[in-house]
């Protein structure tokens, strides 16, 4: 779940109204991939429901919410009182309520949980259709649906764009165990002149005495 909660990145391009006519699902969201590897910075406030079955055929619900700064590849996450720091291939957590710093390697970097790999991972081996436009809190969200052929986890993928800035409104996973996982952007700001100290973790920021967890290096 933190791994699909990295996934930050923009989608700035022109209103889609005068292109449905002629472009594909799929062209667009290139397109709109293509925009967001131009962003030099990114700051993000979403929540995130994750809908899954429960006992007795009910359905229970997780709702969270946090921030997150992507410059270059590196990224922070602030997520349920946890600080996650993404660099060249290790996310460093730091848990004030257990005083603990804990680094791990993950299978890539930060990027690979942008909005643009991520669609890109979508690109081949899956279609793409329209899904509609709703109106959400005044503006207009054109959503596509994704439907990957050779996921054993991911039956559908539907993205939510707005139309009118072109920024990402949401993604919505559905799990073919019949899990269900949205985020939705409350605030989207790109190019606001973050620097590495904005995203990356120092020691220096923590209190001694947090323990520090670490791979030993071979």
């Not at 680094?103 to 790999?117: E, F, I, M, S, W």
């Not at 899904?131 to 996921?151: H, Q």
């Not at 947090?210 to 290096?217: G, H, L, N, R, S």
């Amino acid at each position: 779940m933190i791994n699909r909660l990295i996934f930050t990145g923009g989608f700035c391009l022109i209103t889609y109204c005068s292109a449905a006519q002629s472009e594909t699902p799929l062209a667009y969201v290139q397109r709109v991939k293509k925009q967001a590897l131009t962003y030099s910075d990114q700051k993000i406030g979403f929540t995130s429901v994750l809908d899954a079955p429960g006992r007795n055929g009910q359905r229970v619900q997780r709702k969270t919410s946090g921030e997150v700064w992507v410059k270059g590849e590196s990224a922070k996450l602030v997520l349920q009182g946890q600080s996650f720091f993404f660099k060249s291939g290790v996310v460093t957590t730091v848990t004030p309520e257990d005083e603990e710093i804990t680094v791990r390697k993950l299978n890539g970097d930060a990027n690979q949980y942008t909005p643009a790999v991520l669609l890109g991972k979508y690109e081949k081996s899956s279609s793409f259709a329209w899904a509609g436009t709703e109106t959400v809190a005044g503006r207009a969200i054109k959503f596509v649906s994704i439907l990957p052929k050779n996921d054993p986890d991911v039956a559908k993928v539907i993205l939510g764009i707005d139309t009118k800035t072109m920024k990402l409104h949401s993604f919505t996973e559905e799990g073919r165990n019949g899990t269900r996982s949205t985020i939705t952007m409350l605030s989207y700001e790109t190019n606001k002149g973050l620097t590495a100290n904005d995203v990356e973790f120092k020691r220096s920021n923590y209190p001694a005495n947090y323990e520090y967890i670490a791979p030993k290096v071979k």
